[in-house]
């Protein structure tokens, strides 16, 4: 079984910076993607960023791509998303996930209706002046 560990969320100002890590831990058999997803209040789950843990391939949804990064940190278990130029409307509670499915994009658009395996207690960003 998979344990996920989010850090990083905090509160920043318009067109700031912010940096979240996922620790992951336990058993990674069949772990095939890494994703982030996020929810904020009234709206619903979002599929923001999902990358391939066998060749780095990325899925990124519209409204962040050229602002956000998903990478693998150069700590062995760790995956970032590096989220530049924040907006307002980029305030939620950011959850770390990990998937079987076989792309990024399946992980990040099915994710969201069908689930994915292994989910983190997510970390709260908030986007405010």
């Known amino acids: 079984q998979v344990q996920l560990a989010e850090s990083g969320g905090g509160l920043v100002q318009p067109g700031g910076s912010l940096r979240l890590s996922c620790l992951v831990s336990g058993s990674t058999v069949g772990m095939f993607q890494v994703g982030w997803f996020r929810q904020a209040p009234g709206n619903e789950q979002e599929g923001v960023a999902c990358?391939?843990?066998?060749?780095?391939?990325?899925y990124y949804t519209n409204s962040v791509k050229g602002r956000f990064t998903i990478a693998r940190d150069n700590a062995e278990n760790t995956w970032y998303l590096q989220m530049n130029s924040l907006k307002p409307e980029d305030t939620a509670v950011y959850h770390c996930?990990?998937?079987?499915?076989?792309?990024?994009?399946?992980?990040?658009?099915?994710?969201?209706?069908?689930?994915?395996?292994?989910w983190g207690k997510g970390t709260p960003v908030t986007v405010s002046s």
């Open positions: 996930a990990t998937d079987s499915r076989d792309t990024p994009q399946n992980m990040c658009v099915r994710g969201v209706a069908l689930g994915v395996d292994s």
């Open positions: 990358i391939s843990v066998l060749d780095g391939s990325t």
